[in-house]
Every structure is written in C-alpha cells, then in structure tokens.
C-alpha cells in the first residue's frame, strides 16, 4: 500500500489512523531520509493514543519512552501504557543497544518504533511492519510493508480505515 501525504498534517493524521490499527506488542521499523517525516508519524500515533506533551526525535538519546497515563484501549481491545520510539541514526555499532538494555524495551505489552533500523540490524527483533517514507516532490510519499502475520493485519486494517 503506498500513499501521498500532501503535508505534515495529513502525516500526523495518518498516523492517527494507524495507531487505531495497533496492538501491544507490534514492532515498527520506520525507513525514509532526514526529513522525512518519521517522527511526525510517531507525533501522529502518540497524539491519537491521547499523549499531550512534546514528541522529539530521540536522535542523541537513542530511545524515547512514552507512558501514556491513561491505559488507552487499542482497537484489538489490548491495553497499551508504553510505547518506545528509537532513532539509532548516531549509533555507530549494533551492539550498543546490547549496552542500553534494548532488549528490556521490546515487550509483549509495548509498541516499539525504529528509525535507521539497518543500524541495529542483528539485534533488533524482527518487524511486523516496514514503513517507508520518502521525498515525492513537495510532499511523501508512504509505503507499508507487511511483514509478519500481525502486520498483515494491521496492514490491512489501515488500508480499509484510509478507503473512508
């Protein structure tokens, strides 16, 4: 499924969309260049699952955790109270998430994003979905991959949420 995004709000408001597609448990690497609208999709998700504050890029600490204060209820009736979002953009060796304790973060009880996932590649677990955005002149461009039963779900689920 590939899609345009005219602007920022259409990638906020997608990422609306795909946090009511969601479970606890999904791991989501997220592809694209500088720029290109990565953690305002996350700003998107986290906004839709009723977070309030600040959504930064966690560019220089690796991994932003969020603790959404009221357990908010996903659309396969789960509830979600963390989802991580890591950037491993400056990372220089795969076995520093090893270092951090990334492993403690990928839960069944969480959501985790990954931005520059090929940076941690051999120690990240495998995704349910793959999403790539892309420069597509004055806009993006979005691309979902499925990539486990699960993210054939959600996948799909979000296709449908877009055809209304």
């Given at each position: 499924?590939?899609?345009?995004?005219?602007?920022?709000?259409?990638?906020?408001?997608?990422?609306?969309?795909?946090?009511?597609?969601?479970?606890?448990?999904?791991?989501?690497?997220?592809?694209?260049?500088?720029?290109?609208?990565?953690?305002?999709?996350?700003?998107?998700?986290?906004?839709?699952?009723?977070?309030?504050?600040?959504?930064?890029?966690?560019?220089?600490?690796?991994?932003?955790?969020?603790?959404?204060?009221?357990?908010?209820?996903?659309?396969?009736?789960?509830?979600?109270?963390?989802?991580?979002?890591?950037?491993?953009?400056?990372?220089?060796?795969?076995?520093?998430?090893?270092?951090?304790?990334?492993?403690?973060?990928?839960?069944?009880?969480a959501i985790?994003?990954?931005?520059?996932?090929?940076?941690?590649k051999g120690?990240?677990?495998?995704?349910?979905?793959?999403?790539?955005?892309?420069?597509?002149?004055?806009?993006?461009?979005?691309?979902?991959?499925?990539?486990?039963?699960?993210?054939?779900?959600?996948?799909?689920?979000?296709?449908l949420s877009?055809?209304?």
């Open positions: 499924m590939s899609i345009i995004l005219p602007n920022e709000a259409a990638t906020i408001e997608l990422g609306g969309k795909l946090a009511q597609q969601l479970t606890k448990g999904t791991v989501i690497f997220l592809n694209g260049e500088l720029g290109a609208g990565k953690t305002t999709l996350v700003r998107g998700v986290l906004q839709a699952l009723g977070h309030q504050g600040k959504v930064k890029s966690p560019t220089y600490t690796l991994v932003e955790p969020y603790t959404l204060k009221e357990p908010y209820t996903l659309s396969s009736d789960h509830s979600l109270k963390m989802l991580y979002h890591f950037d491993l953009y400056r990372m220089h060796e795969p076995e520093e998430l090893e270092y951090m304790g990334a492993r403690d973060y990928f839960t069944p009880d985790c994003f990954i931005e520059w996932p090929e940076k941690g120690w990240l677990p495998n995704a349910d979905l793959i999403l790539e955005l892309s420069y597509h002149e004055e806009a993006r461009s979005f691309l979902v991959k499925a990539n486990s039963l699960l993210g054939e779900e959600i996948a799909a689920k979000l296709q877009l055809k209304q």
